[in-house]
């Protein structure tokens, strides 16, 4: 399967998320936000390195040990950081 996650919640509902294109909403880095009013929402590296991975693996019936991991620009940055910081997984 290949999935195209988005980068970051929408309709959140926090003051300035539209304000910026690196920033909020249009943000493409997959990390965890850790100050509020952010930190309730945009949790995108939990997202994209645990929630999702187990969703499609439950839906799809995939095994986890046949994963990998790319992106585009920001995305492929995100992509290199959660294979770096985590090459214990199966990416």
Not at 19 to 30: C, I
Not at 48 to 62: G, K, Q
């Amino acid at each position: 399967a290949i999935v195209l996650p988005d980068t970051s919640p929408r309709g959140a509902g926090v003051d300035g998320e539209e304000e910026s294109w690196d920033f909020g909403t249009g943000a493409g880095f997959y990390i965890d936000a850790t100050v509020a009013p952010y930190a309730e929402n945009y949790k995108m590296y939990s997202y994209i390195t645990r929630e999702l991975p187990a969703l499609v693996e439950a839906e799809f019936n995939i095994s986890p040990q046949l994963r990998s991991i790319s992106g585009h620009s920001m995305g492929g940055h995100g992509a290199l950081v959660i294979a770096l910081k985590d090459a214990g997984e199966s990416w």
